[in-house]
């Protein structure tokens, strides 16, 4: 059992809703703890970098950090990657570099020599186990005020508790594509293989990541992510919710059989999503909502103002 979260705001976050987007993510999160309290993770789109890419890589924070952040600027030096500043929070080592290269050829040359957590011209992603309200802090997450975000809290079932299992997953290879996911794909290894069969590269075991993957190589052939979405639901067996944000989106999908719970509350400033009503009472204290739970068998889409 797990919960999803997602915050998006239809332009600028409105004078009159009091919290950062991390803060609003982390307070759904804490709200429905009970789904998952054995790890966290956050998906943060910040403003788009022209000409840079925001990257981050697991580095173990209890052993030699200084040699594996060493091995990561060896590894983007040598593809042509200009590493313009660097930081430290928990168990990651986030870098902004200077790239204008193919971002897949890039996942490829590095991923054996250190351990990607995301990359992207707005994507970031933070995951670390633990609860909510203990790794804000640690990753500075109540400071993102960006446009929009996902996050998810994780009761491990079928995985260990590491970082590296924790949601959201990014698309690997793909930049700002990154999924949460509470449910279970009955089909995953046919799916994973016909993906690899078509050159598409998995970091993990984990389903989730293969919802990533899939919708980025939809979107690589040329389908827009409204069209990704609803080819999902026709290729992608099992029960679940999923939401997915890109650069300027985010996005539903739920099965047919509609066991995992979703359910969201829009106005004419935002969209917010919750596995539980719970969720989003945290971020209206004291307002009755007018709620709703998509459908089975549907997907949504909602998009930033340009």
């Known amino acids: 059992m797990c919960a999803i979260a997602g915050l998006l705001f239809k332009k600028a976050r409105p004078a009159h809703f009091p919290m950062t987007t991390g803060s609003a993510l982390t307070e759904i999160l804490d709200a429905t703890l009970h789904r998952g309290p054995d790890s966290a993770g956050w998906a943060l789109y910040r403003p788009p970098l022209e000409g840079e ?50 971002v897949l050829a890039l996942t490829r ?20 186990v633990g609860q909510p309200y ?69 970091q993990t075991e984990n389903d989730t990541e ?18 990704a979405l609803r080819t999902s639901l026709e290729e992608l067996d099992g029960t679940y919710s999923y939401l997915v944000a890109t650069r300027d989106a985010i996005g539903y999908a739920k099965d047919k059989l509609a066991a995992k719970p979703m359910v969201k509350y829009e106005d004419e400033d935002l969209i917010a999503i919750s596995s539980e009503e719970v969720g989003l009472n945290r971020l209206f204290p004291g307002r009755a909502l007018a709620t709703s739970e998509p459908a089975p068998l549907t997907y949504g889409l909602w998009r930033r103002a340009a």
């Open 109 to 128: 040359a590095i991923e054996r020599r250190v351990r990607l957590v995301s990359i992207g011209a707005s994507l970031d992603i933070i995951k670390d």
């Open 53 to 102: 890419l925001r990257m981050r890589f697991f580095i173990d924070a209890n052993g030699d950090a200084q040699k594996e952040i060493a091995a990561v600027h060896t590894a983007l030096e040598a593809q042509g990657a200009t590493v313009l500043d660097g930081e430290v929070l928990g168990c990651t080592y986030g870098v902004r570099v200077g790239f204008a290269g193919d």
């Open 210 to 227: 293969l919802i990533a993957v899939y919708l980025a190589y939809r979107m690589s052939r040329g389908a827009d992510l409204e069209e």
């Open 134 to 202: 203990a790794l804000a802090p640690r990753y500075a997450i109540h400071e993102f005020d960006g446009g929009h975000g996902i996050a998810h809290i994780r009761l491990a079932t079928e995985s260990g508790v590491h970082p590296d299992t924790a949601h959201p997953f990014w698309a690997c290879g793909f930049a700002d594509v990154a999924t949460v996911h509470n449910g279970q794909l009955t089909n995953y290894w046919i799916m994973r293989r016909r993906l690899e069969r078509r050159g598409m590269v998995f």
